[in-house]
Structures are given as C-alpha cells and as structure tokens.
C-alpha cells in the first residue's frame, strides 16, 4: 500500500506559477512510475503529467503541455510538479498517484489515492 501526501496548492492569479510537492512512503519507491491528476469541480478525475521510475521520460496532457514540469528525488521519495502560466481551468485539487505499470498509472487505475491539495486560480 502507497500512502501519499500532496501539499503545495493554495489560490492564485491567472498567469502565477506554483510547485506542488507529493511525498511518497513506499518501499522501493524507484520501481513506480508516478504521475499527478486533478479533478475540477462538477469534472472526473484526469490525467496531468506522469514521470517514469528513474526519472529519464516524462509525459503530459495536452493543455499543460509546456507550462507544466514533472520531476522526481527517489532519494527523498518526492514527486513535483512545476505549474507555471497558471490559467483558471487549472482549477481543482490535484492527487499524485504511482504504478509500476505505466499504462495502468496513465488511466488512473490506482488504489491509493492521498487527500489532494486544492488549486484554485483566478482570472
């Protein structure tokens, strides 16, 4: 079992940057793939930005594609996520997740989840 647990969001203007941070109590936390999701108000739960086990490939939703950066310390089993240009559908609180299948991570098929940290941005 992955326990996970997210800090960083807050509120924000459109356009500010924040770093999320998901600190991960797992053994041998450098055989998962991690990713972040976000679930905005009313919207089911997506995909954002995933990082692979040993940090060399990373992939991204389309409209986070370039403002948002993933990136690991399996030293310190941490997960980031950099959100710069920060626009208002950005909105949502946002969960970290790892698999050590990285088809499984992408469609969200975890069993643990943390209790998120709330991004909110305003226009």
């Known amino acids: 079992q992955m326990e996970l647990v997210e800090s960083g969001g807050g509120l924000v203007r459109a356009g500010d940057s924040l770093r999320l941070s998901c600190a991960a109590s797992?053994?041998?936390?450098?055989?998962?793939?991690m990713g972040w999701f976000r679930q905005a108000p009313g919207k089911e739960r997506e995909f954002v930005a995933g990082?692979?086990?040993?940090?060399?490939?990373?992939y991204y939703e389309a409209s986070v594609k370039g403002r948002f950066f993933i990136s690991r310390d399996n030293a310190k089993n941490m997960v980031y996520l950099q959100m710069n240009s920060l626009k208002s559908d950005d909105t949502g609180i946002y969960y970290c997740?790892?698999?050590?299948?990285?088809?499984?991570?992408?469609?969200?098929?975890?069993?643990?989840w943390g209790q998120g940290t709330q991004v909110t941005v305003s226009s």
């Open positions: 990082i692979d086990w040993n940090g060399h490939n990373d």
């Open positions: 997740a790892g698999d050590d299948n990285w088809g499984q991570l992408v469609a969200g098929m975890n069993e643990d």
């Open positions: 797992i053994p041998f936390f450098s055989d998962y793939n």
